[in-house]
């Protein structure tokens, strides 16, 4: 089975950037998507970004502009470069995995999530 373990998560002030990271194992699809999600206090999951089987990234409209989803074919990783960091973005952060295309908005088709990692961005 697909896992997928992410890391990078920490706590920042506004303003600065973190990177996370998604390692993923298992087997792999020939066409698949990567993407990544969060889910802050009282809310709910929410899309973030996302990488198709082509390379091409999709964002959410609060984080375009700030973020930057991209993959390590070798390392079998995808990360999401957040910049310019707002106390708006804090939130548990998951990577997710799917077949062929990643949804926006919910129903989510997301085959398998990680774990979460938590960023905290303070004002």
């Known amino acids: 089975q697909v896992q997928l373990v992410e890391s990078g998560g920490g706590l920042v002030q506004a303003g600065g950037s973190l990177r996370l990271s998604c390692a993923k194992s298992g087997r792999t699809l020939v066409r698949h998507a990567m993407g990544w999600f969060r889910q802050a206090p009282g809310k709910e999951r929410e899309f973030v970004a996302a990488?198709?089987?082509?390379?091409?990234?999709y964002y959410a409209d609060s984080v375009k502009g700030r973020f930057t989803i991209s993959r390590d074919a070798a390392k079998n990783t995808v990360y999401l470069q957040m910049n310019s960091l707002k106390p708006e973005d804090t939130a548990v952060y998951y990577c997710?995995?799917?077949?062929?295309?990643?949804?926006?908005?919910?129903?989510?088709?997301?085959?398998?999530w990680g774990q979460g990692t938590q960023v905290t961005v303070s004002s």
């Open positions: 997710a995995d799917a077949t062929g295309f990643i949804r926006v908005t919910p129903p989510w088709n997301v085959d398998v």
């Open positions: 990488s198709t089987w082509s390379d091409t990234a």
